[in-house]
Each structure stands twice: as structure tokens, then as C-alpha cells.
């Protein structure tokens, strides 16, 4: 089984920054995809970035440029830098795993208000 800590969220001011992690425990692959999807109230899960073990990066349209994932292997950790943050990109965040099977992390709340 794999286990996904993601502490990280909280509320921001319009234009701030928030950093998310996200740590994997267990029966981790070798070869994996982490990342986070994000539902805002009343609205579908989306997609907002991920990164392979090999580094490959994948990022919403909405938060290129903004937001930046990085990983870190060896512990099996990712990360989000969140920049320029807009009162739009409220939401639950989940972390993501995926490798050879999906597990999702209980999400954590960013919320972006003056």
C-alpha cells in the first residue's frame, strides 16, 4: 500500500505565495507520476500539475507560469511552488500518486482572499 502527507494550504492574500508538499509512504514503484489536482466549490476536479521521476512536468493552462512542481526523489516527495496567487485558484487541493495503482491524499484547502 502507499500512504500520501500532504500538510501545506491555508489562506493567502491576493498576489502571495503558498508552498504544498507532498510525501509517499509504503510500497513506492520505482517509476512513478505525483502531482495535484484541485475542486473548487461546484466545480469538477481538475488537473493542475504533475512530475515524473524522471522529471517530466505537466502543468494546467491556468497556472503555467505561476505555479512550479518540483520533486524529490529520494524522499519521495513533491512539491508546488504557488506564485501570484488569485482568488480563483480557491479550492481543496489533493496530492496525486500514480504507479501502478492511484492513490489520492485527503486534500488540503487553499483559499485565496484579502
Known amino acids: 500500500q502507499v500512504h500520501l502527507a500532504e500538510p501545506g494550504g491555508g489562506l493567502v492574500q491576493p498576489g502571495g505565495s503558498l508552498r504544498l508538499s507532498c510525501a509517499a509512504f509504503?510500497?513506492?514503484?520505482?517509476?512513478?507520476?505525483m502531482g495535484w489536482h484541485r475542486q473548487a466549490s461546484g466545480k469538477q476536479r481538475e488537473l493542475v500539475a504533475t512530475i515524473t521521476t524522471v522529471g517530466s512536468t505537466k502543468y494546467a493552462e491556468s497556472v503555467k507560469g505561476r505555479f512550479t512542481i518540483s520533486g524529490d526523489n529520494a524522499k519521495n516527495t513533491v512539491y508546488l511552488q504557488m506564485n501570484s496567487l488569485k482568488p480563483e485558484d480557491t479550492a481543496v487541493y489533493y496530492c496525486n500518486y500514480y504507479g501502478g495503482l492511484e492513490v489520492w491524499g485527503q486534500g488540503t484547502l487553499v483559499t485565496v482572499s484579502s
Open positions: 509504503g510500497s513506492i514503484s520505482g517509476i512513478y507520476v
